[in-house]
């Protein structure tokens, strides 16, 4: 099951150019040149194939994102409507510790630090990812 394809993590393009955009701010040197190497060592062994982007399909579901969490309380960056968008497309859980916004936007998640699933949002049910 392990090696199962379905059950195994992804990465969004979104927050690729997120960490790409934060490792292009930092000052050129030797701290920025290993960090992008690193970077693309890990982007390519642990995702390679498995960067999801945002298409029309999370296109789609982007307007009820943002709905959805902004009558929960919560405005969402466009960002992270983004993440969410692709997330809800695919019927994904995030992995984030910010879990607030997606789970106003009815997002299951996961905190990699207390490494704990967060309460199901509202109803939704988790599912694991297909191919």
Same mark, same amino acid.
């Given at each position: 099951?392990?090696? /199962?394809p379905r059950h195994?993590?992804?990465?969004?393009?979104?927050?690729?150019?997120? #960490?790409?955009?934060?490792?292009?701010?930092? *000052?050129?040197?030797?701290?920025?040149?290993? #960090?992008?190497?690193?970077? /693309?060592?890990?982007?390519?062994?642990?995702?390679?194939?498995? !960067?999801?982007?945002? /298409? =029309?399909?999370?296109?789609? =579901?982007?307007?009820? !994102?943002? !709905?959805?969490?902004?009558?929960?309380?919560? *405005?969402?960056?466009?960002?992270?409507?983004?993440?969410?968008?692709?997330?809800?497309?695919?019927?994904?859980?995030?992995?984030?510790? /910010?879990?607030? *916004?997606?789970?106003?936007?009815? !997002?299951?998640?996961i905190n990699p630090? =207390?490494?704990?699933?967060?309460?199901?949002?509202?109803?939704?049910?988790?599912?694991?990812?297909? *191919?």
């Amino acid at each position: 099951m392990a090696n /199962d394809p379905r059950h195994r993590n992804r990465a969004v393009a979104t927050k690729t150019v997120e #960490l790409l955009l934060g490792l292009s701010s930092l *000052p050129a040197g030797k701290r920025r040149k290993a #960090l992008a190497a690193a970077l /693309d060592e890990k982007m390519v062994t642990l995702f390679a194939e498995r !960067i999801v982007a945002f /298409d =029309t399909r999370a296109a789609e =579901t982007y307007p009820r !994102i943002v !709905i959805r969490a902004r009558r929960h309380g919560h *405005p969402i960056a466009v960002v992270d409507a983004q993440i969410a968008s692709i997330a809800a497309s695919r019927q994904f859980s995030l992995e984030t510790r /910010d879990v607030a *916004p997606f789970q106003a936007a009815g !997002i299951p998640t996961i905190n990699p630090w =207390t490494a704990q699933p967060e309460p199901e949002s509202r109803g939704r049910r988790r599912t694991k990812p297909q *191919p």
